[in-house]
């Protein structure tokens, strides 16, 4: 008890950084325990990652789905509504864009992007409202329904793939390749990457006005604060609540098809793993905040990227990338239980 | 004679397939009892997984593996306890950060250890009982006494809880102090206190659940091998409304989707296995729509307690 104490009497800046030198060493701990030298581990982390091209425009690539699926998170749980099932959303979003454009191949890449954009939003959008409306309506816990539904789309996206959507020479789980023209062409000759960064930025954008500017924000803000409150002021909750994970679940199905449409070409297995559980992390550390999100969204594709570069060289196993997000949002939820002591915030 | 040696087989692995979500579904029953809500559920569960197996290995036994894994989960709810009780932070956040750390240990923690082995190595498993060639009986032998001794611990577990809760001044305690900690605190009973040790065996008992499932139900840690089941335990404590005789119940009525949901998918092959592994995760979102309105839920679930000074 005594050293948090001394944490938080500590001012907010050095607060922060308490917290980042705990995790820190922590990590180090975890990476001496299994015989590697915490300083190389970094030195390789930051060289894989930010230290060539190849690397920068790497870690650019990932930064837009985390991006995307990041300000969908956002949405949501300033509602105080969990989407814990990005995954799922990014996976029907996924097949919305690749469904719709490998069914109507004749039209043009400027019509035809656009239209499989839209198809992949209300893809990922439905599979968010449906736990929206459960909880809207029935009270369902949507941390659990929005898992749940993760799990059956990882199974709709395995029979999808090797079912109605397989490629027409049949021999992989993967569908044909998408028509060029929905292809998010590359910004920068000679790297990966694409286009998808400007979407990602326009809907950091359009997320910032809604959220800031317009009375759609304040009620979602109003909801999240405090639902009965909001109610008697003539908010409609419910309503709010569906809606907030349908635009969650929306903004993860375009993440999902920026994705296939940027980076993969086509829809295959574990296209996108772990990004709905990494954009929990980016989200929080923006403190929901759609313009940090980007920012934040960069920091958490250095470490995936870098530590993917940790398992190559070094053979330190990538899920110690897990361990560095559980610690952020930890720090985040400690961090923001020292700030309402501050302010003499009583409970119950 | 097919149909029975059917259904036989159905109603033992419905033990066998309930037994990892009864774990966890008891432990949390009764955290939530007190007050406090735990949604880490899935994260602990593959740390005591990875434990186990772990454990196991090292000392030979997978006794050796249970207490290991008992340990580890009782760690991580204490850090559970430590941000919701002490700093009264938002239970929620912290329990998602739960999932994604159990997430981070056990995929770490296996690829340092018996992932990385070659040949990879073999995990000494529970073996199922006998009780002195009972299992050997007609119908009831499979069922009733061939199953793995954790079978019959989380269903003793569900009686002893029951009489816990109900019967004693320590259950009394518990709801008491998830009904109204403010209540419970003015008539002398320690709300924090209490609070920790529910919290600390919600994590044991999760623990226990990945513990079965890598050294009873399987041999060995495979990453991701919990696949839901922490959060289907989290939905069998609402559909059981919050009593430990009701999370088992719930906990079997799972176990025998899961169970039901293998055999028809052999004796169908012709529609896509895909739909039929979906189909738990099916049945605990429409079960969750028509039991969660139903409330019975404590009044002060996911609410800190400020001790007065």
């Known amino acids: ?348 | 004679m097919l149909d029975d040696i059917f259904f036989v087989g159905l109603l033992a692995s419905t033990f066998r397939f309930a037994t990892p979500i009864m774990f966890a579904a008891l432990g949390e029953a009764v955290s939530q009892r007190a007050g406090v809500l735990n949604v880490g559920l899935e994260g602990i569960m593959l740390v005591g997984a990875f434990l186990a197996a772990l454990g196991a290995w090292w000392t030979g036994t997978p006794w050796g593996g249970l207490v290991l894994a008992v340990a580890g989960g009782a760690a991580m709810g204490a850090l559970h306890a430590f941000i919701s009780i002490t700093l009264r932070a938002d239970q929620i956040i912290s329990g998602i950060a739960l999932i994604v750390l159990g997430l981070g240990i056990s995929g770490y923690g296996y690829r340092m250890t018996l992932g990385g082995m070659s040949p990879p190595p073999s995990i000494p498993s529970f073996s199922p009982m006998e009780f002195w060639g009972l299992s050997d009986l007609p119908f009831v032998g499979p069922i009733f006494f061939g199953q793995h001794i954790l079978v019959y611990m989380a269903l003793a577990g569900a009686v002893l809880l029951h009489f816990f809760l109900y019967r004693s001044r320590w259950g009394l305690d518990v709801r008491a102090i998830g009904q109204s900690p403010v209540a419970a605190d003015a008539v002398g009973i320690r709300v924090q206190g209490t609070r920790y040790a529910t919290v600390i065996f919600g994590g044991a008992m999760a623990a226990m659940g990945g513990a079965y499932l890598s050294t009873a139900q399987l041999s060995g840690f495979v990453e991701n091998m919990v696949s839901g089941r922490g959060f289907i335990a989290i939905a069998c404590v609402v559909f059981g409304r919050w009593s430990p005789l009701g999370a088992m119940a719930a906990a079997l009525f799972f176990g025998m989707a899961d169970a039901a949901q293998i055999r028809l998918q052999s004796l169908n092959p012709d529609i896509p296995f895909q739909f039929f592994v979906m189909f738990p995760y099916v049945l605990a979102v429409v079960a969750l729509v028509f039991m969660a309105k139903s409330s019975r839920m404590p009044a002060a679930l996911g609410v800190p307690f400020q001790p007065p000074r």
């Open chain 1, 1 to 348: 008890m005594r050293s948090i104490q001394f944490i938080a009497n500590l001012p907010a800046p050095w607060r922060v950084a308490a917290i980042a030198f705990a995790g820190a060493l922590l990590i180090s701990a975890l990476l001496l325990a299994a015989g590697f030298s915490p300083l190389q581990a970094l030195f390789v982390l930051i060289e894989q990652s930010l230290g060539n091209g190849n690397g920068l425009s790497e870690v650019v690539v990932r930064s837009v789905p985390l991006t995307l699926a990041g300000l969908g998170i956002a949405v949501a749980f300033r509602a105080r509504v969990f989407n814990v099932g990005a995954d799922g959303q990014i996976i029907f979003g996924a097949i919305g864009f690749v469904g719709f454009s490998l069914a109507l191949p004749g039209l043009s890449g400027w019509v035809l992007l656009p239209l499989s954009m839209v198809a992949a939003i209300v893809g990922g959008g439905l599979w968010g409202g449906i736990a929206g409306v459960l909880r809207a309506r029935y009270n369902a816990n949507e941390i659990i329904v929005t898992i749940m539904l993760t799990y059956v789309a990882f199974q709709a996206l395995g029979w999808a793939i090797r079912g109605p959507l397989q490629e027409s020479a049949q021999i992989f789980p993967r569908s044909d390749a998408v028509p060029d023209g929905v292809l998010l062409g590359t910004m920068i000759e000679g790297t990966r990457l694409h286009w998808g960064l400007a979407i990602a930025l326009l809907a950091v954008a359009a997320t910032y006005v809604a959220l800031r500017y317009t009375s759609f924000g304040f009620r979602l803000d109003a909801v999240g604060e405090n639902p009965l409150a909001a109610r008697f002021s003539g908010i409609r909750d419910r309503t709010m609540i569906a809606l907030s994970l349908t635009i969650s679940g929306g903004l993860a199905g375009l993440a999902g098809a920026v994705e296939i449409a940027g980076v993969h070409g086509r829809l295959q297995d574990a296209f996108a793993e772990g990004t709905g559980i990494t954009a929990i992390a980016v989200a929080l550390l923006a403190r929901l905040n759609p313009l940090f999100i980007p920012l934040t969204a960069l920091m958490f594709a250095v470490l995936s990227v870098g530590a993917s570069g940790l398992q190559r060289q070094l053979g330190i196993p990538f899920p110690l990338v897990h361990i560095v997000e559980a610690i952020v949002i930890l720090a985040f939820v400690i961090a923001g239980a020292l700030q309402n002591a501050d302010r003499g915030v009583r409970d119950a």
